[in-house]
């Protein structure tokens, strides 16, 4: 099945400092999401990009499906960012997004 | 518009009960599917349901059922629970198969 990967794992930053995670998954997709997990656990979502560039803010997401990867640019970070982010990707022709295993962000006051 | 409403948020079960846990989706959305998260395993794929039919199940054994109502609301149903199943249940709505996926805040079981 479909692999994705996230890099890197863990991340530390100062508040004011700039970040870019990355999704690498080995097959085609028709669909992928960026999520942020709150520490109650909940799933926000940051992007629906399946393709193309989007800006919300201070974050900001690629994805080249053409070469199986997605960033995300946390630009300006806040100790609000911390928390763990997620990719998941919806392989082609099924129904079941795939997680990949995650970045844990820690912004430093 | 009111999101992903997963009832109940927290439940405490003993081994070889069973439980049953709701799912209720953004309303107009079509499509359902179930997340277990444990920190050994990460976030896994249970099942997806659309009008009422499931449509894909992940490799779970088959004490883990679910079903979807007319209504797009589902439940998912554990029996037999064992101390393994302790994690946190994620459902996802999404309008059609393949659109962005809205989360629930999550129902999270522990077993004892």
């Known amino acids: 099945g479909i692999q994705v990967e996230q890099s890197p794992p863990d991340l530390i930053l100062q508040e004011g400092a700039n970040s870019t995670l990355r999704c690498n998954f080995s097959d085609s997709v028709n669909n992928l999401q960026w999520f942020h997990q709150n520490p109650w656990g909940q799933l926000i979502n940051l992007f629906y990009i399946p393709s193309g560039t989007k800006q919300n803010g201070r974050l900001s997401a690629t994805t080249v499906a053409t070469e199986r990867y997605s960033l995300l640019y946390i630009s300006s970070s806040q100790t609000t960012d911390s928390g763990v982010y997620f990719c998941?990707?919806?392989?082609?022709?099924?129904?079941?997004?795939?997680f990949g295993t995650g970045t844990r962000l820690k912004v430093l006051a | 518009k009111a999101g992903v409403t997963q009832t109940p948020r927290y439940l405490i079960k003993t081994r070889g009960q069973q439980v049953t846990l709701s799912c209720s989706p953004i309303s107009g959305h079509r499509s359902v599917s179930w997340y277990q998260q444990t920190p050994g395993q990460g976030l896994q794929f249970l099942f997806e349901y659309f009008s009422e039919t499931q449509r894909n199940k992940g490799n779970f054994p088959g004490r883990f059922s679910g079903r979807q109502f007319s209504n797009s609301r589902s439940e998912m149903n554990v029996s037999t629970l064992e101390l393994g199943d302790s994690a946190l249940y994620l459902c996802?709505?999404?309008?059609?198969?393949?659109?962005?996926?809205?989360f629930g805040q999550g129902t999270r079981l522990t077993v004892v």
């Open positions: 998941a990707v919806l392989p082609s022709g099924t129904y079941k997004y795939i």
């Open positions: 996802a709505s999404s309008l059609e198969e393949d659109t962005e996926a809205f």
